[in-house]
């Protein structure tokens, strides 16, 4: 069975396009951003090109950033291009609710909406495959 991976691809403003991929097929689909913009206009606080790893399923959460409506949430944990822990997650951004509004995320990738889609695929294909790779403006696998 081909290996299912996660490609993450974004500009200098930190928007980008999540994408589940097995094989040539994108099967999920979802906008998201990492960081934030400074007073400068630079982009800050992203998260760093490289072959990062998911490793376990999603869990959810209301921490406020991470929350799509009040009280809902969920994130998933990365890990490294080492294959360390890392505080870096995929999880909805908050900024729907008005929280943060502009501030944009501390690293993690954020995506637009509940992305429930994306949630769920990661969940099914973390039940046969140890850990799914993430690609992060990074070159990737091509058929």
């Given at each position: 069975?081909?290996?299912?991976?996660?490609?993450?691809?974004?500009?200098?403003?930190?928007?980008?396009?999540?994408?589940?991929?097995?094989?040539?097929?994108?099967?999920?689909?979802?906008?998201?951003?990492?960081?934030?913009?400074?007073?400068?206009?630079?982009?800050?606080?992203?998260?760093?090109p490289g072959i990062?790893?998911?490793?376990?399923?999603?869990?959810?959460?209301?921490?406020r950033a991470m929350e799509w409506e009040t009280g809902f949430g969920w994130k998933v944990r990365l890990w490294t291009p080492k294959g360390n822990w890392s505080r870096f997650l995929i999880h909805p951004d908050g900024d729907k609710l008005g929280r943060r509004v502009g501030n944009g995320t501390a690293g993690c990738i954020g995506t637009r909406g509940n992305c429930l889609d994306l949630r769920y695929k990661i969940d099914e294909i973390c039940k046969f495959q140890d850990q799914i790779k993430v690609y992060v403006n990074t070159p990737y696998p091509k058929d």
């Open positions: 069975m081909p290996e299912w991976f996660i490609t993450f691809n974004y500009n200098e403003y930190g928007r980008g396009d999540v994408e589940i991929h097995n094989n040539s097929l994108v099967s999920v689909f979802a906008k998201a951003r990492t960081g934030s913009i400074s007073h400068h206009g630079n982009l800050v606080n992203k998260i760093m990062w790893t998911i490793r376990g399923i999603s869990v959810d959460t209301t921490e």
